[in-house]
């Protein structure tokens, strides 16, 4: 009934990148064929942009409180985290850019592909198809076996400012770029194709191929900050970039008397 309530009613009044995400914490109680006297659901509420956010979160509370009023209920809610889209600077890019082609990629090893191979045949055949699928379209068709048998990135993939893709997260580095020029750098250190929340994942992270990635993001970070020391005219381009995107002030989506959420995750 929760489910309904909240997305039913605003499927045509939202976009199809945006998603509302549920969770029952507490249903009230075990009884069959009984109104329980309360009941306790966590949402999470998504899209692209947090000014697109903003205005869908409003929606679902208002359809909570229409659905408290349709059933002569009370309704309350707390809002316990939220996130603004990560974009990349541009300015900074062109320093890390640089720095990560004169570093290169971490140096494999052989037992290294073989680990990465293992993690990779451990996914289930729907996984493992969208892997392929996601390989093809990064390396192309023609490299998917050479890929498949070497499943480490071993390429630095240079940026370019007129293909910016967008990915969805749960991080806080996009709070910050809207206040100061931020940089986020992204290195190997888990087989192609890796699944995020998986055991998987879990796993590698405590393995030699984690390890050398986390080394040579360490080195590519140090050596783009000294870069970037170096360019005062880099530095001014990015605080210019900054502030046209945040125009001189920035709103965090998240209340200042929110406190963090120790006890609920």
Known sequence: MIR????????????????????????????????????????????????????????????????????????????????????????????????????????????????????????????????????????GEDRLEEILSKPLDSEIHPFDPNHIIQTAGSTDVGDVGYAVPTLNLRVAACCVGNVGHTWQMTAQTCSPIAHKGLLTAGKMIALSAIRTMERPDIIDAAKTETLKRNGGHYTCPLPDHVLPPLETY
């Not at 947090?50 to 208002?62: I, P």
């Open 4 to 139: 309904i309530i909240a997305e039913e009613p605003l499927r045509e009044h939202m976009i199809p990148e945006a998603r509302i995400h549920y969770a029952y914490i507490d249903a009230g109680g075990t009884a069959p064929n009984v109104v329980q006297d309360r009941s306790t659901v966590r949402y999470e509420v998504r899209s692209p942009y947090v000014r697109q956010l903003t205005e869908l979160f409003n929606r679902v509370v208002d359809v909570a409180k229409g659905a408290a009023l349709m059933t002569g209920t009370s309704m309350n809610y707390d809002l316990s985290m939220a996130f603004t889209e990560y974009l990349p600077n541009k300015a900074l890019a062109q320093i890390a850019d640089a720095c990560m082609q004169e570093i290169g990629a971490p140096k494999w090893t052989e037992e290294d592909y073989r680990l990465a191979r293992q993690f990779l045949d451990s996914y289930d055949d729907t996984a493992r198809k969208m892997i392929r699928d996601e390989i093809i379209q990064i390396y």
